[in-house]
Nanobody, 126 residues
Framework: QVQFVESGGGSVQAGGSLKLSCIAS????????MGWFRQAPGKERESVAA????????YYADSVNDRFTISRDNARNTIYLQMNRLKSEDTALYYC???????????????????WGQGTQVTVSS
């Protein structure tokens, strides 16, 4: 079973930066579209960013556009989320998953996705 391991979270002050990583085990997912999601306490999980398998086209939620950058290194089976100018509302547990992309929206790919990883916690203090 494919496992996705997220890392790189931490506690920062507003305006700071963090870079998250997501590594897939037991699967070369270079051909898959990948996405980042987040869930804050008491809120539903929401989409953050997505990137096509080729690493070309990227997609962002309006709330993070121009602040976050998603990228991937297929040779390392890793995707990244560079987060700049962090805000308190970015505080959440962040997850990655293979996704289906349609009309600029994305959701976990049911053909590949089985369960969420442990996520990595991002805490932004104002």
């Amino acid at each position: 079973q494919v496992q996705f391991v997220e890392s790189g979270g931490g506690s920062v002050q507003a305006g700071g930066s963090l870079k998250l990583s997501c590594i897939a085990s037991e699967l070369s997912y270079s051909g898959y579209n990948m996405g980042w999601f987040r869930q804050a306490p008491g809120k539903e999980r929401e989409s953050v960013a997505a990137i096509e398998g080729s690493g070309g086209t990227t997609y962002y939620a309006d709330s993070v556009n121009d602040r976050f950058t998603i990228s991937r290194d297929n040779a390392r089976n890793t995707i990244y989320l560079q987060m700049n100018r962090l805000k308190s509302e970015d505080t959440a547990l962040y997850y990655c998953a293979p996704v289906l992309i349609l009309s600029g929206t994305w959701r976990p790919n049911p053909l590949v996705f089985r369960s969420w990883g442990q996520g990595t916690q991002v805490t932004v203090s104002s």
